[in-house]
């Protein structure tokens, strides 16, 4: 078993349609992640055990999806020095805004890197925790590259068939 270089944590399981494209990226792309749910509101002691530990595991970057009154990136920010990722998971009653805006407006000196609101910010985020990882990784540079150069080729010149 490879160790986790990204950790994907989320507010509920009910996040989970909208991040396991985080996870379906990063399998693409083959980088070793780990998923958890870890709720700010509902578990807060398992949310400052993950993200007290997360550098000593060997976590690079930690990707956290959460609605509604979405705390769980920024308190995972305040914990940790990793790079956090914080995904807007659409909510039913204000359709994401809210968790974008609790994420998105972090005070000056703990951020987090805001993604789109739900299934583009998932895939989004796992794409930038690639391009983090990728710096220091020749390998997974190239493969990278690859992806995108396959996404540009995919794309038709004409809108019909
Ligand atoms: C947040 O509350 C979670 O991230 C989820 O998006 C939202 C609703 O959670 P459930 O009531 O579906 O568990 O903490």
Known sequence: MTAPLVGIIMGSRSD???MRHAAETLDALGVPHE???VSAHRTPDRLYDYAK???GRGIKVIVAGAGGAA???????????LPVLGVPVESKALKGM???LSIVQMPGGIPVGTLAIGK???INAGLMSAAILANNDPALADRLDAWR???TADVAVEPFD
């Open 71 to 81: 705390h769980l990136p920024g308190m995972t920010a305040a914990i940790t020095r």
């Open 35 to 37: 998923t958890l749910v």
């Open 53 to 55: 530990s997360a550098v």
């Open 149 to 151: 150069a396959k996404q």
């Open 120 to 122: 583009a910010g998932a």
């Open 98 to 100: 809210d968790s974008l």
């Open 16 to 18: 989970w349609e909208t």
